[in-house]
Antibody, heavy 117, light 110 residues
Framework: QVQLVQSGSEVKKPGASVKISCKTS????????LNWVRQAPGQGLEWMGW????????TYAQGFTGRFVFSLDTSVSTAYLQISSLETEDSAIYYC??????????WGQGTLVTVSS | QSALTQPRSVSGSPGQSVTISCTGT?????????VSWHQQHPGKAPKLILY???QRPSGVTDRFSGSKSGNTASLTISGLRAEDEADYYC??????????FGSGTKVTVL
């Protein structure tokens, strides 16, 4: 079955960087775009953007430009989210989710990133 | 972009029906047939329960139904059960490949 499995929780200091992975299985990786969604503690879902898994071209939503980078390794069917110059406000759960004909499904299990000095 | 507007919370007794609204604008919900709903239990990842306004993925109970009128989409949960207690988010696909989520609604089963 289709699965998106994300890397484990991370604890980082302000100013550091983090790279989260999203390993997919059960379908052809390059057929469907992958999206990233952020959920701050106790808050709602916020769409961060997407990456074209065929071309590797990323698109970032407003508020997620500059410090956020989406990338791929198609050889292992994996997408990555890297966040640099971490701020305490970046503490959140980050989800990857596949886009299949403009519906987001399935979701990865989420990766908790905690930024604290 | 502001989040789509949802009621903060709704509640109902077991067996009752509840409806959650999701209000946007003529640029998002009003212009899109690609409105979806996602259920999130505490500490869990979201799960798709409706797509294309009213379509249910395989395996999702038919107690969930969806509709849209103008700039407002709605999710109705019929025959409310304890397991329906969760947060629910609407999501609209906009032109130029953009997704916009709703603010989220907490459903409480009394």
């Amino acid at each position: 079955q289709v699965q998106l499995v994300q890397s484990g929780s991370e604890v980082k200091k302000p100013g550091a960087s983090v790279k989260i992975s999203c390993k997919t299985s059960g379908y052809s990786f390059t057929f469907y775009a992958l999206n990233w969604v952020r959920q701050a503690p106790g808050q709602g879902l916020e769409w961060m953007g997407w990456i074209n898994t065929n071309t590797g071209t990323p698109t970032y939503a407003q508020g997620f430009t500059g410090r956020f980078v989406f990338s791929l390794d198609t050889s292992v069917s994996t997408a990555y989210l890297q966040i640099s110059s971490l701020e305490t406000e970046d503490s959140a759960i980050y989800y990857c989710v596949r886009d299949i004909s403009w519906r987001l499904d399935p979701w990865g299990q989420g990766t908790l990133v905690t930024v604290s000095s | 972009q502001s989040a789509l507007t949802q009621p903060r919370s709704v509640s109902g007794s077991p067996g009752q029906s509840v409806t959650i609204s999701c209000t946007g604008t003529s640029s998002d919900v009003g212009a899109s047939n690609y409105v979806s709903w996602h259920q999130q239990h505490p500490g869990k990842a979201p799960k798709l329960i409706l797509y294309d306004v009213s379509q249910r993925p395989s395996g999702v109970t038919d107690r969930f139904s969806g509709s849209k009128s103008g700039n407002t989409a709605s999710l109705t949960i019929s025959g409310l059960r304890a397991e329906d207690e969760a947060d629910y988010y609407c999501c609209s696909y906009e032109r130029s490949y953009t997704f916009l989520f709703g603010s989220g609604t907490k459903v409480t089963v009394l």
